[in-house]
C-alpha cells in the first residue's frame, strides 16, 4: 500500500485505492447487444463513481464485459493527481486505441478527473478518444455515445453545484458482496495548495441525507456489512432537509446511518483535521457499528510547510486533535496521508514529518512524493525545488518509518481479542479466512465449519506483521 501511483482520496478500502488500474465487472446482460468495459484508477470516489456510469449504462441497455475484445465501449475513469497517474491511463490510451483499430466502430471515452484538465489534448491532438466526460455530466454519457456512434466527438466536461446522483443507484462493481462505498458528497472547497482535486471536480455539494440511508439499507438487505461514507472532505457534509429546514451535520448522518442495523458497519474517508469535530468522535465512541477509525491526513510534519500547503491548520493543532481522538475513542485507529518533498521542504522540516508519524501512532499511510500539477496554486506561486531523489529519498524513510511504526502498533494487539467481519477466503489460503477490525487492520485465521463471509467472529491475535494481525477464533457470531 505504500506507493505513489494513481490514488486521490486514499481511502482505506477494501478495493484496494493503490493499484494501478482494476477492470470492474459484476454482471453481465447477456441479452444486450452492445457491451461495455470499464477501467477506473485513482481514488474510491473514482471506483463510486464508475458503478453509477455502470447504473447510467445498464438503462441504456449495456451489458458489461471484462475483454477488451468484446467491447463496443471502452472507458477509463481517469485520475489527476499524479503525474503518473496520468502517465498511467495515456498508456492504457494507446492500448486501447489498438484494440479500435482491430475493430472499427468500437468507442473509447475518457471519465473523470482527467478529462476536465485534458479535454482539449485528447480530442484534438492526440486524437485518442471518442468522448470526454467530466464527473459531473455522466448523465449526459447516453446522448454523447449516440452522437459519437454518428461520428461526432462528444464532450461534456461542465462542473455543477447541484449534481450529486442521489437518485442513480449504482450497480455494484469488482464487490466481494460485503464492503460497499456510498458517495456522500461531491467537489472539494478547501484549496490545498498541491491538490488539482477542486478544479477536477468543483465544488463541494452533499447528498440527500434520506438518500444515502436508503441507499445504505439496500446495501444491507443485499448482504453489505460493511460500508464506506465517501467524500473529500466528509466534516464538512451539510444537507439542509427542505421539509423541515434543519440541517444534517456529518455526526447527524454518521447516526443516521448507524441506525440502519446494528450488523452494518459504518467508515467514512477522509476527513480533514481542521474539520472534525467532537460530534462526530462522540458518535463513533457510542455507536458499536461506527468503526473506531479515522483517516486524517497530515501531508506534512512541519506547520512552515503545511501554511505553503494552505492546510489551514498547523502542527499543534493536528497533535492536539489526535489527542483528542485517542481521549474520547481510546481504541481509535487512525491513518494519514503523508507527501514528502514539498516545495522548500529541508531535512529539518523532513524530520518533522518522520516525527508526526511517530507521535500519531498511524496504523497505515498512504506516502508520496509531491507531484506538481498545473494550475494549483502551488504550481503557480512556488518552486518545484526539491530534487527528485531527495523526494525519493525522504520518501523512502517515511516508508521505513511507518512500516515500522505500523508493526509496534499491531504488536500492541498481540493476545488481544476482536470481533472480526469475514470479508472471504484469505489471499494466500483458502483453509484461512480474512476479514477486518473496526480499527480497520487486517486479520487471518483458520476457517470453522458453518461460518462464512458477511458473519462476526472473536478472534484472538496470536502473532502479526506489520501489516496483517494472524489469530484464532475465540467465539463465532
Ligand atoms: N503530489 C503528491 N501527492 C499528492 N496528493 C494530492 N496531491 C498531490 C500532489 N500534487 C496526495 C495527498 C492527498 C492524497 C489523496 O494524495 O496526500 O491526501
Ligand atoms: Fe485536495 Fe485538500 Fe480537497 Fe483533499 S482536502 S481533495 S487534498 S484540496
Excluded at 496521508?337 to 518522520?354: A, M, R
Excluded at 508520496?368 to 525519493?392: H, I, N, Q, W
Amino acid at each position: 500500500m505504500y506507493d505513489n501511483n494513481p490514488t486521490l482520496e486514499n481511502i482505506a478500502k477494501t478495493v484496494d485505492p493503490n493499484k494501478q488500474g482494476s477492470v470492474l465487472e459484476t454482471y453481465s446482460n447477456d441479452d444486450s447487444n452492445k457491451k461495455f468495459y470499464i477501467e477506473s484508477y485513482g481514488c474510491a470516489m473514482n471506483f463510486s463513481d464508475s458503478e453509477i456510469v455502470a447504473s447510467i449504462l445498464a438503462q441504456e441497455g449495456y451489458g458489461s464485459t471484462s475483454q477488451l475484445e468484446e467491447a463496443d465501449l471502452i472507458l477509463v475513469n481517469t485520475c489527476s493527481i499524479r503525474e503518473k497517474a496520468e502517465d498511467t491511463v495515456r498508456k492504457r490510451l494507446s492500448v486501447f486505441n489498438k484494440v479500435k483499430e482491430e475493430k472499427p466502430g468500437t468507442l473509447v471515452g475518457v471519465l473523470g478527473c482527467m478529462a476536465e484538465r485534458l479535454k482539449k489534448k485528447l480530442l484534438d491532438q492526440e486524437k485518442l478518444v471518442d468522448i470526454v466526460v467530466g464527473p459531473d455530466a455522466y448523465r449526459d454519457l447516453p446522448k454523447l455515445i449516440h452522437g459519437a456512434e454518428d461520428g461526432e466527438r462528444g464532450v461534456n466536461v461542465l462542473l455543477s453545484r447541484e449534481e450529486t446522483y442521489a437518485d442513480i443507484s449504482p450497480l455494484r462493481l469488482d464487490t466481494n458482496g460485503i464492503c460497499g462505498f456510498i458517495s456522500i458528497m461531491r467537489g472539494c472547497d478547501n484549496m490545498c495548495s498541491f491538490c488539482v482535486v477542486p478544479f477536477t471536480r468543483g465544488r463541494e455539494r452533499s447528498r440527500d441525507a434520506f438518500s444515502i440511508v436508503a441507499e445504505a439499507q439496500d446495501l444491507y438487505d443485499q448482504g453489505y456489512r460493511d460500508v464506506t461514507l465517501l467524500g473529500q472532505n466528509v466534516d464538512s457534509y451539510k444537507w439542509e432537509n427542505p421539509d423541515t429546514g434543519k440541517t444534517v451535520s456529518f455526526a447527524d448522518l454518521l447516526v443516521m446511518v448507524a441506525g440502519v442495523h446494528p450488523d452494518l458497519r459504518i467508515r467514512f474517508s477522509t476527513s480533514h483535521p481542521k474539520d472534525i469535530t467532537d460530534e462526530v468522535l462522540y458518535a463513533i465512541r457510542d455507536y458499536e457499528n461506527i468503526c473506531k477509525y479515522i483517516h486524517l491526513p497530515v501531508q506534512s510534519g512541519n506547520s512552515r510547510i503545511l501554511e505553503l500547503m494552505n492546510r489551514t491548520y498547523d502542527r499543534e493543532w493536528y497533535d492536539a486533535k489526535v489527542k483528542r481522538i485517542y481521549e474520547i475513542v481510546p481504541d481509535c485507529t487512525i491513518s494519514s496521508d503523508i507527501i514528502c518533498g514539498f516545495c522548500s521542504e529541508t531535512e529539518e522540516e523532513h524530520q518533522d514529518t518522520l516525527d508526526v508519524i511517530r507521535k500519531s501512532k498511524y496504523s497505515l499511510s498512504y506516502m508520496f512524493y509531491y507531484s506538481e500539477r498545473p494550475g494549483t496554486m502551488a504550481a503557480r506561486k512556488y518552486e518545484d525545488d526539491v530534487p527528485l531523489e531527495v523526494k525519493k529519498r525522504r520518501l523512502n524513510e517515511v516508508i521505513a518509518l511507518q512500516m515500522q511504526v505500523a508493526h509496534d502498533h499491531n504488536k500492541a494487539d498481540i493476545g488481544k481479542t476482536f470481533k472480526v467481519l469475514i470479508e472471504g477466503d484469505s489471499k494466500r489460503s483458502d483453509k484461512d479466512f480474512k476479514g477486518r477490525t473496526s480499527q480497520f487492520k487486517v486479520v487471518v485465521f483458520p476457517k470453522t465449519e458453518n461460518l462464512k463471509k458477511g458473519d462476526y467472529v472473536d478472534v484472538k491475535i496470536k502473532e502479526v506483521t506489520s501489516s496483517t494481525l494472524i489469530g484464532e477464533i475465540v467465539k463465532a457470531g
